[in-house]
């Protein structure tokens, strides 16, 4: 008896969480940085309330997010990657790439300054004066998109960071704002994207100590996922919420959040 | 299921030989009560002859019953009852239940064995006399052709003792075949129309009651009688 | 450490408050573990108790197999479950993934195991008290396996308990089939791993002392129930 009530309500929990993500709602495969900063938190009532389309967010690494949304288990993915968003494109599974918003990568270190960076406003120079030093360096090690800029800007740096790795070269293969705790409770410098760097609350005594570089340009891009690799999103929905971020409406939104009085997404869609 | 029949029962566990080509005849009748020194095989002999355990060689004849038939039309009460961690009703209920019987015997059964007050209580708090009329309630509920009891009174006092005699009469009175070990020579002296007295794995002895106790012919039971240590 | 202290006083702030994301969080977290525990202990108690009375070639291996499983890493259950519900996957076609339907599916794979293995345990060690007196009343296996679930039913509460405390702690399954997503599919785990990477330590930690809080809360329920069931003697 005691068992057979405990079946039926098993079954009705079953049923119930069945249903919940039907109606009008889209996934949205993001990244962790956008996510963080509550970007979300503050775009999407604007655009619920507008088209009643529920957008749920799943926020993992980009490298996580465009295998997910290849698993056709997303209706949206919105990163920052550029090359391996195109390469999303190109291989059917996203529809059309729009550039969407900006901001800019910072690298964070101890107010004490061990490899003696600050100030510097060239990315690499400043990569290579922490390897020389040997000064600890937490990288997210993560396939995501802030790891594949660092590892970009190493490469044009000429150091092979990897080979340090479990010396100076620390990679947490975690995501950004666990690679920042793990970076400040080490003493290691860490680059991280400044909207999540901004909202991040353990700050202790990190201070921003290389930014300015145009090659710190972090660019996010979104696409709806295509219908025809994955019949089963609902590409309707994910074609509005796409167009209505890149909308003049949406643009300004992205605009006008901020956290701490900072502006922390610069719109850069292009004009229709 | 009766007479039953034992011919060259061998029992062993690995090097030990604990009944060593034993013999028995029970006739259709009476209360055998089982007598014999610690280790003499009794209990063992008990869950043979019941179906609990294999033997290692030797025969048991029930009439020509299959093993499982006669097991289910015999009950046995342990020296130390093994009551369900539920109520006195509910330990009889589940003997009912399991067994087909009418739920409606509980309240006869219990009021039997003197335990009718006692009903709603959890059956593992009962005393050790209660609990062990509660083991001999539920062996009656199977309506048995057999009952084997394994010193069902060993260490309760002399009152309980005397109430679980009545209840065994009873139940002899209204047919039921009664097997009982004991080492309680007044209790066997009371209760007995026949004895069996094992001594290194056989039969030494297997006598009505009245030639027994008087008269034993074999020297172990003598002794044992007597109050000696036997060996 | 000052954020120990900031986070007692934002546990009692929090609870005080009465905020209703934490108690769409808490309710969920509780939806989800208690129906796993459910579900795992329907599947869980009858292997249990076969195990337990069961007399099999390879019960060993099984048993091994059984108290391994015990360990499995919830992040692997987690990998699993994603890769079947995926809509790429064998079971997409049910629309599961990031639900928390799904996350229920994932805990109970995580402690099924365990239900089954402890519960074993418990069943073979009343089973040998109870085998003899058993097969003198020629009960069926049936009968048998029914009379010892329920005789151990106060034990095995602890067994459910020990399930529902792994289910409710753990973070790694549920945050992958799950997706952490505010309002569906966020759990007090994955709310507290979240605020932990927004550096937020003081509200994580503070999500953290809820959880126990409420970790204390069910086991003294339980606990309250064993001691009334022990004055019976029945456990």
């Known amino acids: ?272 | 299921m009766l007479p039953l029949t034992v011919r060259d029962l061998v029992l062993r566990f690995g090097e030990t030989t604990v009944l060593d080509g034993l013999a028995l005849d029970l006739g259709a009748i009476g209360c055998t009560m089982v007598m014999g020194p610690n280790g003499s095989g009794k209990s063992l002999l008990l869950k043979l002859l019941h179906g609990l355990i294999e033997p290692s060689a030797g025969r048991i004849d029930w009439g020509g019953h299959a093993p499982r038939e006669v097991t289910r039309r015999q009950a046995l009460v342990f020296q130390k009852p093994v009551l369900l961690r539920r109520s006195v009703a509910a330990n009889l209920d589940f003997v009912l239940k399991a067994r087909g019987k009418d739920a409606g015997r509980r309240a006869a059964l219990l009021d039997h064995v003197g335990l009718a007050h006692k009903a709603a209580q959890p059956a593992r708090l009962l005393s050790g006399g209660e609990a062990q009329r509660l083991a001999l309630a539920r062996a009656l509920a199977t309506d048995p052709e057999v009952l084997f009891l394994d010193e069902p009174t060993a260490s309760l006092d002399p009152a309980s003792v005397l109430a679980i005699e009545r209840i065994v009469s009873d139940a002899r009175a209204r047919g039921v075949r009664i097997v009982f070990v004991t080492h309680d020579m007044g209790q066997a002296r009371r209760m007995a129309d026949d004895v069996v007295f094992l001594h290194r794995g056989r039969v030494a002895e297997h006598s009505p009651a009245p030639d027994f106790f008087p008269r034993p012919r074999c020297a172990a039971a003598r002794d044992y009688l007597g109050g000696k240590i036997v060996v | ?235």
């Open chain 3, 1 to 235: 450490m000052h954020d120990i202290g900031d986070a007692l006083g934002l546990a009692v702030a929090l609870v005080l408050s009465g905020d209703a994301d934490l108690l769409e969080i808490v309710l969920l977290s509780l939806r989800v573990s208690l129906s796993a525990t459910v579900i795992a202990c329907l599947v869980g108690l009858p292997i249990g108790a076969l195990v337990a009375i069961g007399r099999f070639r390879g019960r060993d291996v099984v048993l091994i197999v059984m108290n391994a499983l015990m360990g499995l890493p919830p992040v692997v259950v987690g990998l699993l479950v994603y890769l079947h519900l995926s809509r790429s996957g064998p079971l997409g076609f049910l629309g599961l993934l990031y639900t928390p339907t799904a996350m229920i599916v994932a805990q109970t794979i995580l402690i099924a195991p365990i239900v089954a293995a402890l519960s074993r345990q418990v069943l073979e060690d009343l089973h040998t008290e109870y085998a003899e007196q058993f097969r003198s009343l020629c009960l069926t296996r049936l009968q048998t396996i029914r009379a010892l679930l329920w005789d151990a039913r106060y034990s095995l509460l602890t067994v459910g308990l020990a399930g529902f405390g792994r289910a409710v702690a753990e973070v790694g399954a549920v945050i992958i089939v799950g997706g952490n997503i505010d309002h569906l599919t966020r759990v007090m785990t994955t709310a507290i791993a979240l605020e932990t990477s927004k550096g937020d330590l003081a509200l994580a930690l503070a999500l953290g002392i809820v959880l126990l809080v409420i970790a204390l809360g069910v086991n003294a329920a339980v606990q309250s129930v064993r001691i009334t069931a022990a004055r019976h003697a029945y456990v």
């Open chain 1, 1 to 272: 008896m005691l068992a057979r009530t405990l079946g039926t309500t098993a079954m009705a929990v079953l049923l119930a969480g069945g249903a919940l993500a039907q109606d009008q709602s889209i996934i949205v495969q993001s990244t962790t940085s956008t996510a963080n900063s509550g970007l979300y938190d503050y775009l999407l009532p604007i655009f619920e309330d507008e088209t009643g389309i529920k957008v749920n967010v799943v926020a993992v690494g980009t490298g996580q997010a465009i295998t997910n949304a290849e698993n056709c288990d997303g209706d949206v993915l919105l990163v920052h990657a550029k090359a391996a968003e195109e390469k999303f494109v190109e291989s059917g599974f996203g529809t059309e790439r729009t550039d969407l918003m900006y901001n800019d990568f910072v690298i964070v270190g101890p107010a004490d300054d061990p490899a003696g960076v600050a100030g510097m406003q060239d990315a690499q120079p400043a990569l290579s004066q922490i390897a020389e030093q040997g000064a600890l360096f937490a990288s997210r090690g993560d396939d995501s998109g802030t790891h594949k800029k660092e590892m970009a800007l190493w490469e044009d740096a000429g150091v092979d960071p990897t080979a340090a790795s479990g010396d100076w070269y620390r990679e947490t293969g975690s995501g950004m704002g666990a690679t920042l705790n793990a970076g400040i409770g080490m003493g290691a410098y860490v680059m991280t994207d400044r909207a999540t760097w901004i909202s991040f609350d353990n700050k202790q005594d990190y201070e921003i100590q290389v930014e300015g570089d145009e090659d710190l340009f972090n660019q996010y891009g979104v696409i709806p996922v295509s219908p025809e690799k994955c019949p089963s999103v609902n590409a309707e929905a994910a074609q509005s919420f796409a167009d209505w971020l890149v909308s003049e409406e949406g643009q300004s939104a992205i605009a006008g959040f901020e956290v701490a009085g900072q502006q922390l997404f610069f719109p850069n869609a292009p004009e229709n």
